[in-house]
């Protein structure tokens, strides 16, 4: 009798950014705010962006293929692939049915999956899903693909440099290096980020309720995580050195990112949950009397509360977070690519040194959906420590335009958007060596796809 899969999770992951760039002290200048108010208020520095030459499912494509060719694995040891994301440019056929042009030369079309969209959770829906079919009674002994990928564009506004773009791809199975271990989640209805305008790339936003509505699902995750984990609330050593409840769920922490500020002040909102369970901890004694009569439900914007321990989380944010935030910073937010690009960078940073580790990740989408999961890390021989090694080399390698550029390329979208026939005109040449690239939209809306 066969056993089930064991130690399910992602074998391979390869990620892919758009080869345009711009940078945020450039977008301050041309959007003529004060210095500062992207890269210190938002925590961003660079904002990948996409022209007319590339869409959804083009750099899914791109994402793909360069997984599979950088791993060596065949088309045919494929079982399932899902999709998750929320630009939607057909409201029928699917990214992934596009993607089964990669599967072509090699015959399989027995390939399980279409698309997940809910905002910035469609990627994690993919991988949950991923994960599921390797442990159920119907695996076939091959690989699942989950895909999470996003153009982020907003209306020409204070939103808009909190844009990005990019995809990532990840290779799902048993006995992997990267094991995905307990989770938990937190669902509701909100009205804090959509897109009801299907004609338009653009959502509309309560940015004051999102905020909210993200701090939140990290409060209710985070201890509902805990509890799942038997990790105690409440310390009971009056040791000064004793790990609390942050340290000890997990070694490294992996946020979703909308922008990266947030991600300090959700870290920060952790620490905070751990003084409301246990505020005599030793660590909390010069804030404690400052802090007591302090409530989850009202606190989301309280200043003090969020200096403070922002201030306290600091040290621990450097070393726990802040390795799994290059990608964040430098790309802009990815939507559902956001919170895998936050472990590719983690993986890029601390490479084989992660084995023995624990990571915390945090997924959300707007709407609400949200996820609190862990991923333990093992076999430091394995290519997903090393392959990622160049991404300091590609980031800088982009080409960065001046705000016009960037500016003249937005509008091109805005304008185009769903036009059939079209043709793009931006330059092929600007393209990195083996990204797919949309040659034509017919007069049907049939899109057809070349490789430089």
């Not at 997940?116 to 949950?128: E, I, K, P, R, V």
């Not at 009202?298 to 802040?322: G, H, I, P, Q, W």
């Amino acid at each position: 009798m066969s056993t089930r899969p064991e130690n399910v999770g992602i074998i391979a992951l390869e990620t892919y950014f758009p080869s345009q760039a711009i940078n945020q002290t450039v977008l301050e200048g041309f959007d003529k705010v004060s210095a500062g108010k992207y890269t210190i208020g938002l925590g961003q520095e660079i904002m990948a962006y996409c022209d007319d030459l590339e869409d959804i499912n083009s750099i899914c494509m791109t994402a793909v293929a360069r997984l599979m060719e950088k791993y060596n694995i065949s088309y045919n040891d494929i079982g399932r692939l899902e999709v998750g994301t929320e630009t939607i440019i057909d409201k029928s056929k699917s990214v992934k049915t596009c993607l089964m042009q990669l599967f072509a030369q090699s015959g399989n079309t027995n390939v399980e999956g279409v698309d997940t969209t809910n905002a910035c959770y469609g990627g994690t829906q993919a991988l949950l899903n991923s994960l599921a079919w390797v442990e159920s009674s119907s695996y076939d002994g091959r690989y699942a693909l989950a895909v999470c990928g996003d153009i982020a564009v907003y209306a020409d506004g204070p939103a808009r440099p909190t844009g990005g773009a990019g995809c990532v791809a990840m290779l799902i199975g048993p006995d992997a290096p990267l094991v995905v271990g307990q989770r938990v989640s937190h669902f509701k209805h909100a009205w804090d980020f959509y897109k009801p305008d299907l004609m338009s790339e653009y959502p509309v936003v309560d940015g004051k309720l999102s905020i909210q509505c993200y701090l939140d699902a990290v409060d209710t995750n985070y201890n509902r995580l805990l509890e799942k984990m038997k990790i105690e609330k409440a310390n009971s050593s009056s040791s000064s050195s004793a790990q609390s409840p942050i340290s000890t769920l997990g070694d490294y922490y992996c946020f979703h990112s909308p922008f990266t500020k947030l991600v300090k002040k959700s870290f920060a909102r952790i620490l905070f949950n751990d003084f409301l369970n246990n505020p005599s901890a030793p660590q909390f004694s010069e804030i404690k009397e400052q802090m007591e009569n302090k409530t989850r439900e009202e606190t989301y914007f309280d200043r003090d509360v969020e200096k403070a321990f922002m201030s306290l989380s600091n040290k621990l944010f450097s070393d726990s977070v802040e390795p799994s935030l290059t990608l964040a910073k430098e790309l802009g937010n990815t939507y559902t690519a956001s919170l895998y690009c936050g472990l590719a960078s983690l993986l890029s940073s601390v490479g084989s040194n992660l084995d023995g580790k624990r990571a915390v990740l945090f997924s959300y989408g707007s709407g609400l959906a949200s996820s609190m999961f862990t991923i333990t890390f093992s076999k430091p021989e394995s290519q997903i420590y090393s392959h990622l090694s160049n991404l300091r080399q590609d980031l800088d390698s982009r080409t960065f335009v001046d705000g016009e550029t960037f500016d003249k390329c937005m509008k091109l979208r805005e304008e185009t958007h769903h036009l059939a026939p079209y043709k793009p005109t931006s330059p092929v040449e600007q393209l990195a060596t083996g990204t797919f690239y949309l040659t034509e939209i017919d007069d049907k809306h049939r899109r057809s796809y070349l490789r430089k």
